[in-house]
Nanobody
Framework: QVQLVESGGGLVQAGGSLRLSCAAS????????MAWFRQAPGKYREFVAG????????YYGDSVKGRFTISRDNAKDTVYLQMNSLKPEDTAVYFC?????????????????WGQGTQVTVSS
């Protein structure tokens, strides 16, 4: 079992930045791959970024490439999402997710462990 708690969401103006954090507990953090997803009202949950167990491999959704950066600190059992140049279309609830094994996936069904989500609102 892995428990995940996100923090760092809030209201920001377009062009601004936020850093989300996801603290994990339970299973050894360094043995799980992590990802961030987001879900806007009336839309499907969308893959944002993924990172493998060591942090040496990352992958981003097309809509956030070049603006968002995912990272992890295995000593602190925490994964981060640095979001820069935010746009109103980035407004959503952001979820972190974990799966056993070394590699991330872009599919929601690959992740058995989810946080409760944190709201990000970008005003124009």
């Amino acid at each position: 079992q892995v428990q995940l708690v996100e923090s760092g969401g809030g209201l920001v103006q377009a062009g601004g930045s936020l850093r989300l954090s996801c603290a994990a507990s339970g299973r050894t953090f360094s043995s799980v791959a992590m990802a961030w997803f987001r879900q806007a009202p009336g839309k499907y949950r969308e893959f944002v970024a993924g990172i493998n167990w060591s942090g040496g491999g990352t992958y981003y959704g097309d809509s956030v490439k070049g603006r968002f950066t995912i990272s992890r600190d295995n000593a602190k059992d925490t994964v981060y999402l640095q979001m820069n140049s935010l746009k109103p279309e980035d407004t959503a609830v952001y979820f972190c997710a974990a799966r056993s094994g070394s590699s991330y996936s872009t599919s929601t069904s690959a992740y058995p462990y989810w946080g409760q989500g944190t709201q990000v609102t970008v005003s124009s």
